[in-house]
């Protein structure tokens, strides 16, 4: 299993583009989730899903969406990208059973809005 | 609102020397308790984490977490430090929400220096 990936590595975007951020898991997992890594702050959540089809707003949400369409894909889109943005954006998933709740993160996607 | 605070932002120690960093939380009910670990240039690793059952928590690499229930904490110890611990330490909760699968929230990590 490749686990959690996510692309791109590394990214620079000009404020007011937009973008996505790919994330894909393989194990199944129904629970997935964004966050952003800032410094001083720790890592804050965005959005997260239950499932195909559902999804919620986390600690941080203003300037993203997120859709859920397949178990495996959770893409989070930034529609006008400010430097505010400008982070280090992880995403996560876990399985659905009750009482399991550790996360697998992805490697990270760096972003840079000028 | 659920939060997690971590009370030490930035700990220096020498080599060998012991260590705790502190983490609690703000809710009643059931949780999942994690600590993860970054070094530098590295995404997030799990050191340890606690479902339920035996409130100390033994990790990889030395580490070891106790839940104290009445305090809403879970601190990470380890009792001789090395130069490789150097590192920023997150402690994480996981809050269930009712029909809605729950949130995993951070504390805001504590960045760990060890001298050699």
């Known amino acids: 299993n490749a686990g959690v990936t996510q692309t791109p590595k590394f990214q620079v975007l000009k404020t007011g583009q937009s973008m996505t951020l790919q994330c894909a898991q393989d194990m199944n997992h129904e629970y997935m989730s964004w966050y952003r890594q800032d410094p001083g702050m720790g890592l804050r959540l965005i959005h997260y899903?239950?499932?195909?089809?559902?999804?919620d707003q986390g600690e941080v949400p203003n300037g993203y969406n997120v859709s859920r369409s397949t178990t495996e894909d959770f893409p989070l889109r930034l529609l006008s990208a400010a430097p505010s943005q400008t982070s280090v954006y992880f995403c996560?998933?876990?399985?659905?059973?009750?009482?399991?709740?550790?996360?697998?993160f992805g490697p990270g996607t760096r972003l840079t809005v000028l | 609102a659920q939060s997690v605070s971590q009370h030490n932002h930035h700990v220096i120690l020498s080599e060998a020397a012991s260590l705790e960093l502190g983490c609690n939380y703000s809710?009643?009910?059931?949780?999942?308790l994690f600590w993860y670990v970054q070094y530098p240039g590295q995404h997030l690793q799990l050191l340890l984490k606690?479902?339920?059952?035996?409130?100390l928590v033994k990790g990889i690499k030395g580490f070891e977490a106790e839940f104290i229930k009445s305090k809403f904490s879970f601190n990470l110890r380890k009792p001789s430090v090395q130069w490789s611990d150097t590192a920023e330490y997150f402690c994480?909760?996981?809050?269930?929400?009712?029909?809605?699968?729950?949130?995993?929230?951070f504390g805001q990590g504590t960045e760990l220096s060890v001298k050699p």
């Open positions: 606690y479902f339920s059952g035996d409130p």
């Open positions: 899903s239950v499932g195909a089809g559902i999804t």
């Open positions: 994480a909760v996981f809050f269930p929400i009712y029909n809605q699968g729950g949130k995993l929230i």
């Open positions: 809710y009643g009910g059931t949780v999942n």
């Open positions: 996560a998933s876990k399985t659905g059973l009750a009482g399991n709740n550790e996360q697998f």
